[in-house]
Nanobody, 114 residues
Framework: VQLQASGGGLVQAGGSLRLSCAAS????????MGWYRQAPGKQRELVAR???????KYSDSVKGRFTISRDNAKNTVYLQMNSLKPEDTAVYYC?????????WGQGTQVTVSS
């Protein structure tokens, strides 16, 4: 399975971006799709994830500002990011966790200017 992420870019603080990540094929069975991010000099961290059934989990730092969703028919996960802050600047990675394997996308840069 290949994951293709898109939607990153440069935005001013307070602005919005929407990330998308499409899997190259459907995955049989339950799985998790999510977004992680890694800022320079920091470890990769979970931003948000969503189950096949639509249950979500967010990091405390993005609760109330980011919304994750998925379209199972399109094998796609989205991350709507509102009220962006400079500390949200990072490379964002799409992730797919299945029973057998974990897959990562190539990463997309999000830069928030103050």
């Amino acid at each position: 399975v290949q994951l293709q992420a898109s939607g990153g870019g440069l935005v001013q603080a307070g602005g919005s971006l929407r990330l998308s990540c499409a899997a190259s094929r459907g995955i049989f069975g339950s799985n998790l799709m999510g977004w992680y991010r890694q800022a320079p000099g920091k470890q990769r961290e979970l931003v948000a994830r969503v189950t096949t059934g639509g249950s979500t989990k967010y990091s405390d730092s993005v609760k109330g500002r980011f919304t994750i969703s998925r379209d199972n028919a399109k094998n796609t996960v989205y991350l709507q990011m509102n009220s962006l802050k400079p500390e949200d600047t990072a490379v964002y990675y799409c992730n797919l966790d299945t029973v057998r394997m974990t897959y990562w996308g190539q990463g997309t840069q999000v830069t928030v200017s103050s």
